[in-house]
């Protein structure tokens, strides 16, 4: 065997690996490989596992990767997130195949489907190119199939009812694509379907309600994106008691059970064109608007939480949560009413399923129970029309021009009461002059020396003041504190003094330094 996967392997493959007749298993998946699909792996008669996925490889496989009428050794092939093109039928002669992963690469022409895949359990063909009708080999032959992803293609006409041969299928996913028709019942008779996605198809039609009370193991399906699917949800999806998250939106469902009339092509799984229409349970030209009864706005075995959450649209409403029943209410709901929006002597024997709004999520469109529970955000208002079937929230206008000039006066006058408040403790702080202001201008003038005159010649007044404290030093040692404050008063006096003289004073020639006299303090 040969296994140099997530590795920095580049270049591309080498003709001599078809030399290597006794080589298994050839895993180079998640390197820098370029080039194209050497032919000499064909060679490789003994190779039960290939794996090149996400290597870059182009171009197209090799006719003679399986050859025909030989018994191939090859068991699991995986060629995705590669960008490999043309048909992908060369597959079809691979006899033992059990895994095919051929996704997200560029093939087109028809899905790959061959009678000699009755060993197959998985096959990945989503993001590709493929084309046509689902093959008819695919649901004869693969009995065995668990797993089947054709998601993100560009297959068409309707899902057979043969399909419900697979019956060993776990997950299935069709969803973007262009199926049309009715859903065929027949994909909900899979007893461990786990996973089911037909989203972002042309589906049309009633859900099958008896089918879907099957669906025991079922943990995930999406309907989402299917404008042609009328009706009302169907009250036998109560009996999958292990449902994490079902997504119904962009549908045409309804809780009034309106639906589209519509009619299908004759085809080899409808033959009847009678019973390919939609049931009309109101006339064909009847609307949406009419008004649900408060048992019928949501299926039986569900309710409205107390929890609401703002939606991810552009709505502009929050909804509320919508969670699964307690079993004996679910029960008692479901045997109560009519059909088709009770179970009648079914609703007995719903499962004991506890789900919370977090744990079994219900994605349904508002418009299924015409916006019942839900209310506008903030700032938006309520508009109901249709009979009071449809909510719209409305952006609220502004407030008037009136209101919008007494506010800003207000604060501008707010804003002015601050400045001059500011502004005041400013004055206050600077005219009290605190201590590190004090420390801070004498330090400047420390800095700057003595008075010097601007040009030679000139004369500068100088002012010399001097005290003397007759025993300052026994009093300060005796009366400590009150000497502080003394000093204090003492020094303020000589500085205003100072200031005062300073400020009358003009230089005068032939003049001397004036002196301020001479003061003793005595206590």
């Not at 999806?237 to 059970?257: A, I, K, R």
């Not at 202001?437 to 004498?442: D, P, T, Y």
């Not at 003595?450 to 009366?479: E, I, N």
Request: proline share 5%.
């Amino acid at each position: 065997q040969i296994n140099l996967s997530n590795t920095w392997l580049t270049g591309s493959l080498p003709s001599w690996l078809g030399s290597l007749q006794r080589l298994e298993q050839l895993n180079m998946g998640q390197t820098w490989l370029q080039g194209t699909f050497p032919a000499a792996i064909g060679d490789l008669k003994q190779l039960r596992e290939l794996n090149l996925e996400a290597t870059g490889l182009a171009g197209v496989l090799p006719s003679n990767l399986c050859q025909e009428g030989a018994a191939s050794n090859l068991l699991q092939l995986s060629v995705r997130g590669n960008s490999l093109t043309g048909s992908a039928r060369v597959l079809e002669k691979c006899r033992n195949l059990v895994q095919l992963d051929v996704s997200s690469n560029e093939f087109t022409g028809q899905l790959p489907a061959s009678k000699y895949w009755g060993r197959l359990t998985t096959y990945h063909a989503n993001n590709n190119r493929f084309s046509g009708a689902l093959p008819r080999a695919l649901c004869l032959h693969a009995s065995l199939l668990r797993d089947l992803d054709i998601s993100n293609n560009q297959l068409s006409g309707n899902v057979p009812d043969r399909i419900g041969l697979l019956a060993s299928l776990e997950r299935l996913n069709l969803a973007s694509n262009q199926f049309t028709g009715p859903i065929t019942e027949n994909i909900f008779y899979f007893p461990g379907l786990r996973s089911l996605d037909l989203s972002n198809n042309g589906f049309v039609g009633t859900l099958p309600a008896y089918a879907m009370q099957f669906m025991y193991a079922l943990l995930a399906a999406d309907f989402s994106n299917n404008t042609g699917v009328t009706g009302i949800i169907p009250p036998q999806m109560g009996f999958s008691e292990h449902v994490q998250t079902v997504t119904m939106t962009g549908t045409s469902l309804s809780c009034s059970g309106i639906t589209r009339p519509y009619a299908v092509s004759v085809n080899a799984s409808c033959n009847d064109a009678a019973k390919c229409r939609t049931l009309q349970w109101v006339a064909a030209n009847a609307t949406a608007n009419e008004s649900c009864a408060g048992d019928q706005v949501l299926p039986c075995f569900l309710r409205f939480s107390g929890e609401s959450l703002p939606r991810d649209d552009a709505s502009n409403m929050r909804c509320k949560l919508i969670a699964r029943r307690a079993p004996e209410e679910a029960r008692a709901a479901c045997s109560a009413g009519q059909p088709p929006f009770s179970l009648e002597g079914e609703g007995a024997n719903l499962p004991d399923s506890r789900k919370t709004a977090s744990e079994q999520a219900w994605v349904i469109d508002p418009s299924y129970y015409q916006y019942r529970s839900c209310t506008c955000l903030l700032g938006f208002k309520e508009v109901w029309s249709k009979n009071g079937t449809k909510l719209t929230c409305a952006e609220q206008p502004s407030i008037d021009s009136r209101s919008t000039a007494i506010i800003a006066a207000v604060s501008a006058l707010a804003g002015f009461a601050v400045l001059a408040a500011l502004a005041v403790v400013g004055a206050l702080y600077l005219r009290t002059q605190p201590r590190w202001l004090r420390e801070r201008v004498m330090q400047v003038k420390r800095v700057q020396g003595a008075p010097r005159a601007a040009k030679p010649g000139d004369r500068v007044g100088v002012s010399v003041v001097v005290t003397d404290v007759v025993g300052f030093s026994a009093l300060t040692r005796q009366h400590p504190d009150a000497m502080i404050k003394a000093m204090g008063g003492h020094n303020n006096i000589l500085r205003k003094v100072s200031k005062h003289v300073h400020q009358e004073y003009r230089p005068a020639p032939q003049t001397s330094p004036a002196v301020i006299g001479t003061s003793q303090k005595r206590e």
